[in-house]
């Protein structure tokens, strides 16, 4: 299975709010408004929302059982979030992740809540913590550090989001460079065929994205060459060595501070 397929995004559909007969004037905002609240209101949706502020995705089947409803009542539920542009959906495999559809969903969600008196929900993982720390998904990274290692690229600007391909990454040059000095044979992840260069891995424990793709696949052969990570003999997880704890401390807190 290629990585187009196992990471294939669900397109996003227009908002309810924005549908409109042709040529017929959009919605006003207080109507717009109006739509949206109607979305949040209903308390299955409205707990479905409030279980994704944490920021990890979520599968139908989990959101299901938080909104205590059957499988297609839930997926009537999540449509109309899906239509109303509060969440959105990537397909992975066999699977569907839901997710908050940017901050501003959550920070609208976020002032609702004070008003309630609600805090914020947690997050609470039920992975084993060997698993949950690092362990290989197909041949990248995956885990708390492969999360960490994602955001970190992302922020230091070394990938930025492809335009024309939701959920893909395009190589910077900051980042050819930095990828280069950390081991990562840059020029055979460009040169893969038949896969793409980068994308988002949605992670199984963390329910955030980790990195897939060629280069994610090339930079955990890099840290395992660099005996930064072990092999468990017996599973999918990755012991962090000494080295590797030490060496990607310094590579966050260097080009953090």
Same mark, same amino acid.
């Given at each position: 299975m290629t990585d187009s397929a196992r990471h294939r995004p669900v397109p996003r559909r @227009?908002? +309810?709010?924005? &549908?409109?007969?042709? #040529?017929?004037a959009p919605p006003s905002a207080d109507r717009a408004l109006a739509d949206v609240a109607a979305s &949040?209101?209903?308390?299955?949706?409205? /707990?479905?929302?409030?279980?994704?502020?944490? %920021? =990890?995705a979520r599968t139908a089947t989990e959101l299901a059982a938080v909104g205590e409803v059957a499988a297609s009542t839930?997926?009537?539920h999540l449509s109309r979030l899906l239509g109303q542009g509060l969440v959105t959906c990537l397909a992975q495999g066999k699977h569907r992740y839901y997710t908050l559809a940017g901050t501003t969903v959550g920070q609208a969600l976020e002032a609702l809540l004070v008003l309630a008196g609600r805090p914020r929900p947690q997050f609470e993982p039920t992975t084993p913590p060997a698993l949950r720390q690092a362990r @290989?998904?197909?041949? =990248?990274?995956? %885990? =708390? $550090? #492969?999360?960490?290692?994602?955001?970190?690229?992302l922020r230091q600007g070394w990938m930025v989001p492809a335009a024309d391909e939701p959920g893909a990454y395009r190589l910077s040059e900051t980042g050819a460079a930095a990828f280069a000095r950390l081991g990562v044979d840059v020029d055979a992840? +460009?040169?893969? /065929? /038949?896969?793409r260069l980068a994308c988002a891995c949605m992670d199984w424990s963390e329910r955030r994205p980790h990195l897939g793709g060629a280069l994610g696949a090339a930079w955990l052969q890099a840290m395992? +060459?660099?005996? $930064?990570?072990?092999?468990?003999?017996?599973?999918?997880?990755? /012991?962090l060595t000494r080295r590797g704890q030490t060496q990607l401390n310094r590579l966050l807190e260097d080009t953090n501070s």
């Open positions: @227009r908002p +309810t709010s924005a &549908i409109a007969e042709e #040529g017929a &949040i209101a209903e308390p299955v949706r409205a /707990r479905m929302l409030c279980c994704l502020m944490d %920021g =990890h839930a997926s009537a @290989r998904c197909y041949d =990248h990274l995956a %885990g =708390h $550090w #492969g999360v960490r290692l994602h955001d970190h690229a992840a +460009t040169q893969a /065929r /038949r896969r395992l +060459t660099q005996a $930064w990570l072990d092999p468990d003999l017996d599973s999918r997880a990755l /012991r």
